[in-house]
């Protein structure tokens, strides 16, 4: 797996950009190595987090990549205002994803569900996709890991 310090970090304490939280899914894909690959590939820093996860990081979203039992999971925080950058970036990859951003003060400000063919719109019946897990804490990750079956 690529490891890469070459990125620049996010620090919404030196820009004083406005925070959201991310949380997102790449159903069906079950490599968090080959995502975290994609993103240092586009320039993000990447690093081991846990046994299969990681965390990449660029000026734009600090993020956990994990593998889940139906998919990747993805969660962390990003530049509010720049969530069509981190958009364009999550959907470059090419594959199925859907992640919802959320305010500071736990608003919703955007969901995306993105299909093999591109954005689906609200009358889209692909937006239908799968749920949006909801960011863990630490606890509850670690608690999910260890007592996993398979």
């Known amino acids: 797996m690529d490891l890469s310090d070459e990125g620049s970090p996010f620090d919404t304490d030196m820009s004083g950009a406005p925070v959201a939280d991310v949380a997102g899914l790449y159903p069906g894909h079950r490599s ?26 660029s000026p734009l979203a600090r ?17 509010a ?13 090419g594959l199925p994803f859907s992640a919802e951003f959320l305010g500071e ?3 919703l400000l955007r969901e ?6 591109g954005p689906a719109g609200p009358a889209d019946p692909r937006r239908q996709g799968p749920p949006v897990r909801p960011r863990q804490g630490l606890r509850q990750r670690l608690t ?7």
Do not use: C, M, N, Q
């Open 32 to 57: 968090a190595a080959d995502l975290a690959a994609f993103f240092v590939r586009a320039g993000w820093s990447s690093r081991s987090s846990s046994w299969e996860g990681y965390e990449v990081e």
């Open 63 to 79: 993020l956990e990549i994990e593998p889940v039992d139906d998919g990747v999971l993805i969660h962390g925080e990003a530049d």
């Open 81 to 93: 205002g720049r969530l069509d950058a981190l958009t364009a970036v999550l959907s470059a990859r």
């Open 105 to 107: 003060d736990g608003a």
């Open 112 to 117: 995306v569900r993105v299909g093999p063919a």
């Open 144 to 150: 999910d890991l260890f007592t996993r079956k398979g």
